[in-house]
């Protein structure tokens, strides 16, 4: 599980410091990979290949799978917060034992050019399933439980995100914004960094990145913290450069194949953790949200066709 400790409202500059150690071993690797240096990673891979079957090998085994020394394979180890070799078999075995209660099905892995449709509903409902799953297995519920209060109490929310991201920004200004706080999603880099240019002290500024080196978001996070606003990032990998410039951070657990790069299990996962942010800010202010959400569905309900449970369209209103 990864977070940063809360920083205080007054000092945004507070940094980040990220916690691992309550997370599945295999989430873990895959977000701490693009930070791991190369030898690391060749071990990554010999592990997120096959994990049940380096939870009965041996270190020297592993260590020449990845074409590496028996130091680095510790060295990795360390790295994602196992502390040694046996305690990574531990964690592997048990992560496995849960993967197979979980699912009989094997449906994980990449899209062929030969799957037929069956097969490919098969593998992004299942990828998807077990991206909200495990993004939800790895939340740093303390966390997500002190970006809540500082969004319920925020004078201002700016959400900011580019490309798939931009979409699950836009998602949580449209919630923020039906039960009457005060936000705004931007995903034109200019606009961003002038909305983070006139944010201060009681303002929020959420960067949304999946690989969190997007650099638009990175650069506007970091002059909405500049202007004295608290800043939280959502980002799959807890090392990448947005955590830097974050004073809270939330992480997804999501893992992409062919054909879904940073755009479909990312968004689910990214909604996921939206969707309880929201929820937790709506319950601090309850009355105001469910009168706000009535209010907004009565604005809009003249423009839906009323249709029975019978599939025929209901007669309109007169007003007689």
């Known amino acids: 599980m990864t977070s940063p400790e809360s920083a205080a409202d ?12 309550e997370a599945s071993p295999l989430v873990r690797i895959r977000s701490l990979l693009p ?16 994990p049940s079957n380096v ?8 260590a020449l799978a990845a074409n ?10 360390k790295a994602i917060g196992v502390g040694g070799y046996p305690q990574l078999r531990i964690a592997l075995a048990a992560d496995t034992a849960r993967s197979e209660a979980h699912s009989s099905r094997n449906l994980g892995g990449e899209i062929g050019p030969d799957d037929d449709l069956a097969a490919v509903i098969g593998k992004v409902s ?53 039960i009457g706080r005060v936000s705004f999603a931007w995903s034109d880099t200019h606009i961003m960094l002038t909305s983070a240019a006139v944010l201060k002290p009681g303002d929020v500024a959420v960067g949304i990145s999946h690989t969190g080196a997007t650099t638009d978001t990175v650069e506007a996070l970091r002059v ?3 202007h004295g606003a608290i800043t939280v990032a959502l980002t799959n990998f807890p090392r990448s450069p947005i955590t830097e410039v974050a004073d809270h951070v939330l992480t997804t657990a999501a893992r992409e194949t062919t054909f879904r790069s940073g755009a479909t299990a990312s968004r689910i996962a990214q909604l996921t953790v939206i969707d309880c942010m929201f929820i937790g800010v709506a319950q601090r202010h309850m009355d105001a949200a469910v009168s706000a959400l009535d209010a907004t569905r009565d604005a809009v309900g003249h423009h839906r066709l009323g249709v029975r449970p019978d599939g025929r369209r209901r007669p309109r209103e007169t007003g007689k």
């Open 10 to 21: 007054s000092t945004p500059e507070t940094p980040a410091v990220v916690r691992e150690s």
């Open 35 to 50: 930070g791991l240096a190369r030898a690391e990673q060749r071990v990554a891979k010999v592990v997120l290949d096959d």
């Open 55 to 62: 939870a009965r090998r041996s270190i020297t085994e592993v």
């Open 68 to 77: 590496t020394s028996e130091t680095t394979v510790t060295r990795f180890c």
């Open 126 to 178: 299942f990828a998807d399933a077990r991206a909200v799953e495990e993004t939800a297995d790895q939340l740093d519920v303390a966390a997500l439980q002190r970006v809540i209060e500082l969004i319920a109490g925020a004078g201002r929310v700016d959400v900011y995100g580019v490309g798939a991201s931009a979409f699950v920004a836009a998602d949580l200004q449209q919630k923020l914004h039906r």
């Open 224 to 226: 909405a913290r500049e």
